[in-house]
């Protein structure tokens, strides 16, 4: 069965500055991958998703993540934070081998921006 | 505009009574999910459905119930057997496409307080 690990349950950063939410999951198997924003008190909105392709997905509010197959992971970046981005942040893979089953979450990852 | 709406988005039962959280999708969606999120525990499967008049356990379906009559509605019941239900109660559907290739869409949330 899949897991995904999402190695940091918080991330602090200014606003303005860059930042990586890191992703990682446990199979080289073919996958699809997703990343979700989640706002306090609302359920989750997709951010990305990488199906095939350019390694470099482009998503909505100016992040991006990038399909790495060797390190097995799907790391999500901004160049630039709002403090409007900060949310909790949940990465999850679809394993294509395993029929029809369910998406396989990250616990999530905090993001929490200052002034 | 087609998506899933949860009912209520906050409930509050006394401990011992069974209650019923609501989930309709108008997205003509075949599968549909539910999901409880803790602080800190990232998102936990309860159950889901693929079709109509079948449905499966998650992994922490102890305590719950599900139906799936119809293909828009997915109603779960949190029963007295559950020990632990105060938590953010969570929806989903997606298109039961092998990999899942459009991800799930989710609701906005139910919080359950159980005093």
């Known amino acids: 069965a899949q897991s995904v690990t999402q190695l940091d349950s918080q991330v602090p950063v200014f606003e303005e500055a860059p930042v990586e939410l890191r992703c990682n999951y446990s199979?080289?198997?073919?996958?699809?991958l997703f990343w979700y924003v989640q706002y306090p008190n609302q359920g989750l909105q997709l951010l990305l998703k990488?199906?095939?392709?350019?390694?470099l997905v482009k998503g909505i509010n100016g992040f991006e993540a990038e399909f790495n197959k060797s390190q097995t992971s799907f790391h999500l970046r901004k160049p630039s934070v709002h403090i409007s981005d900060t949310a909790e942040y949940f990465c999850?893979?679809?394993?294509?081998?395993?029929?029809?089953?369910?998406?396989?979450f990250g616990k999530g990852t905090m993001l929490l921006v200052s002034p | 505009d087609g998506g899933i709406t949860q009912s209520p988005k906050y409930l509050f039962r006394k401990e011992g009574q069974n209650v019923t959280l609501s989930c309709e999708q108008n997205?003509?969606?075949?599968?549909m999910y539910w999901y409880r999120q803790d602080p800190g525990q990232g998102l936990r499967l309860i159950y889901y459905?693929?079709?109509?008049?079948?449905?499966q356990k998650g992994d922490i379906a102890e305590g719950y119930s599900v139906s799936r009559e119809k293909k828009e509605s997915f109603p779960l019941t949190v029963t007295s057997a559950q020990k632990n239900p105060t938590a953010f109660y969570l929806c989903?559907?997606?298109?039961?496409?092998?990999?899942?290739?459009?991800?799930?869409?989710f609701g906005s949330g139910t919080r359950l307080t159980v005093v």
């Open positions: 999850a893979v679809s394993d294509l081998n395993s029929g029809y089953s369910t998406l396989t």
């Open positions: 990488y199906l095939s392709g350019s390694t």
């Open positions: 997205l003509n969606h075949d599968a």
């Open positions: 989903a559907s997606s298109i039961a496409l092998q990999g899942f290739p459009h991800g799930y869409t």
């Open positions: 199979s080289s198997v073919s996958v699809y």
């Open positions: 459905s693929q079709i109509v008049n079948d449905f």
